[in-house]
C-alpha cells in the first residue's frame, strides 16, 4: 500500500521560506515519478515540481529559480525547499507518487504566504 504525508506548511511572510516534506511508505526509488503539485482557492491544482525516474528534474515556470525538489533514500522522503515566497505561492501544496501505472496523493498541508 502507498502512502504520502505532507509536512512542513504554515504561514510565512513573502521572501520568506518553508521546506515541505512528504513521507512515503516506500522507498523513493519504487516510484516511477513523485512530484510536488498545488491547489489555490478557486484554482485547478497545478505541477509544481516532479521527478521522473531516468529524467530529469522539471519545475513550474512560476517556480523556477525559487523552488528545489529533492529526494532522500535513506529516509524515503521528497522535499520541496521554498524560498524567496510570494503571496501568489498561497495553496495547499500536495505530494503525488506513480506506482505501478496507480497515482497516489497525500492529504495536502496548507501555504500562506502573507505580511
Known amino acids: 500500500q502507498v502512502q504520502l504525508a505532507e509536512s512542513g506548511g504554515g504561514l510565512v511572510q513573502p521572501g520568506g521560506s518553508l521546506r515541505l516534506s512528504c513521507a512515503a511508505s516506500k522507498n523513493i526509488d519504487s516510484y516511477n515519478v513523485i512530484a510536488w503539485y498545488r491547489q489555490a482557492p478557486g484554482k485547478q491544482r497545478e505541477l509544481v515540481a516532479i521527478?521522473?525516474?531516468?529524467?530529469?528534474?522539471r519545475y513550474a515556470d512560476s517556480v523556477k529559480g525559487r523552488f528545489t525538489i529533492s529526494g532522500d533514500n535513506a529516509k524515503n522522503t521528497v522535499d520541496l525547499q521554498m524560498n524567496s515566497l510570494k503571496p501568489d505561492d498561497t495553496a495547499v501544496y500536495y505530494c503525488s507518487a506513480r506506482y505501478l501505472d496507480r497515482i497516489y496523493w497525500g492529504q495536502g498541508t496548507q501555504v500562506t504566504v502573507a505580511s
Open positions: 521527478i521522473r525516474k531516468g529524467s530529469s528534474i
